[in-house]
């Protein structure tokens, strides 16, 4: 990774974190040297005290222009703090079929977040953990820069 894309993500993160102060949780991890080999599963840990509240749930995905699809498709495990857990699998779209790639950003790098859950509550107090992983046909997935969780509080009014 040059020097000029080490600034670029260096910014667009201060610029993204900077914008937005919504989020009960957001947590986002880097992919070493921006190859995602299928075996690094990112885990994120949350705790939840507010089983009333309402929130919407999203995937937060980093890519290069050196990702070499167009899709993006994830294995999300969820765990309950008694145990229970679901297993889903997630797609997000990183490019149009123009080739344009989707979401924010400058250069070769974009961000992305892309709905996951979307009104949910939490049944229980306690630690929830996510786990990510990449359900590509590729054992190391280049281009993928960042992956993460963020979590809203939804507004009842």
Not at 2 to 13: D, H, P
Not at 40 to 64: A, C, G, M
Request: charged share 25%; glycine share 8%; net charge negative.
């Amino acid at each position: 990774m040059t020097k000029y894309s080490i600034l670029q993500i260096a910014v667009l993160t201060i610029l993204i974190s900077s914008c937005d102060s919504g989020a009960f949780f957001e947590e986002n991890r880097g992919i070493p040297e921006g190859i995602w080999n299928r075996h690094d599963i990112p885990v994120f840990k949350v705790d939840v005290e507010d089983t009333l509240q309402i929130y919407n749930v999203f995937i937060n995905v980093r890519n290069t222009g050196n990702y070499p699809k167009s899709n993006l498709y994830l294995f999300v495990t969820t765990s309950a703090p008694g145990g229970a857990f679901t297993r889903d699998t997630v797609e997000c779209i990183l490019a149009y079929p123009s080739g344009e790639w989707t979401g924010r950003g400058f250069g070769n790098i974009r961000q992305n977040r892309f709905p996951y859950r979307r009104h949910v509550r939490f049944p229980d107090t306690g630690e929830y953990t996510f786990e990510i992983e990449q359900a590509m046909r590729m054992e190391d997935l280049p281009g993928i820069t960042d992956i993460g969780i963020r979590i809203e509080k939804v507004d009842d009014h």
